[in-house]
């Protein structure tokens, strides 16, 4: 629980898993039975925040060593929390996340190899360990979401170009973490239409619905 008054949903999986358009689809159907929605993102959400992604996914010289890119997370973090999040929250509204710490833990921490206990730590001092009050955790084999990428067909920046290998210990890093907090994580299946995995959202988070 976020200990205030609104309701924080975070929106985590691999590269192209859908949660840029689950968020907003979300959202939709929020704004339609009435309450107030924020759609925001990581790294990114605010004007400090998203000169450092800016940073992080085109890295300027040779690219990050990985205790620099992790802190460089935690600080976009701690600028989105302290301007966006928390105020949001305290209004009473929605925030709906795209991406938040639990990509930290599997990107830098498990693929990255600095392990869960230093991203912990950065996001303790950064923003005070805030939590969503449920991560919705969409899951999809890899050859679905590489087809997803190559139809979307943008570059790949600084991080989704990294090796298969790596993306697939960021996925086994996120079922790791969904198994070890069933209250925390709803594991959604990101196979089908948009709306038949929006109908499967909304039944993971139905008991935190007014
Ligand atoms: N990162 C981030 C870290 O390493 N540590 C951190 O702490 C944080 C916060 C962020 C990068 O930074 C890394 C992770 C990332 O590498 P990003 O641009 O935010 O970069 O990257 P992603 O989050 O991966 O965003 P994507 O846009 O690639 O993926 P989404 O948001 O999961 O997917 P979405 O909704 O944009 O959809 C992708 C494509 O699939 C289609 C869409 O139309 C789109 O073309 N699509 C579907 N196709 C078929 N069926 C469906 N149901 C579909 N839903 C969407």
């Known amino acids: 629980m976020s200990g205030m008054c609104g309701r924080f949903i975070a929106f985590e999986g691999g590269e192209g ?8 689809l979300l ?14 993102r990581e790294p990114g959400g605010t004007p400090g925040a998203e000169a450092i ?9 040779e690219g990050w060593p990985p205790q620099a890119e992790a802190l460089l997370f935690a600080a976009a973090r701690a600028d989105h929390v302290a301007h966006l999040i928390r105020p949001a929250l305290a209004r009473g509204d929605w925030v709906i996340c ?3 710490v639990d990509s930290s833990r599997a ?11 230093a991203i912990a730590a950065l996001h303790a ?42 993306h697939r210990a960021v996925a086994a890093a996120f079922r ?3 198994e070890a907090d069933a209250a925390g994580f709803a594991r959604i299946d990101a196979v089908g239409s948009p709306e038949e995995i929006q109908a499967r959202i909304l039944t993971a988070i139905a008991d935190l619905l007014p």
């Open 17 to 24: 898993a859908g949660k840029s358009t689950q968020a907003r």
């Open 107 to 117: 990107y830098q921490g498990g693929a990255g190899n600095l392990g869960d206990h």
């Open 98 to 100: 795209d991406r938040f």
């Open 53 to 61: 992604r800016n940073l992080l996914l085109n890295p300027p010289g």
């Open 125 to 166: 001092f950064g923003s005070d360990g805030l939590r969503p009050d449920r991560v919705i955790l969409l899951e999809a084999d890899e050859a679905a979401l590489a087809e997803r990428l190559v139809v979307r067909g943008a570059e790949a920046d600084a991080i989704e170009g990294r090796p298969a290998a790596y």
């Open 27 to 40: 959202a939709e159907t929020l704004r339609a039975r009435g309450l107030t929605v924020v759609v925001t």
């Open 176 to 178: 790791a973490m969904a």
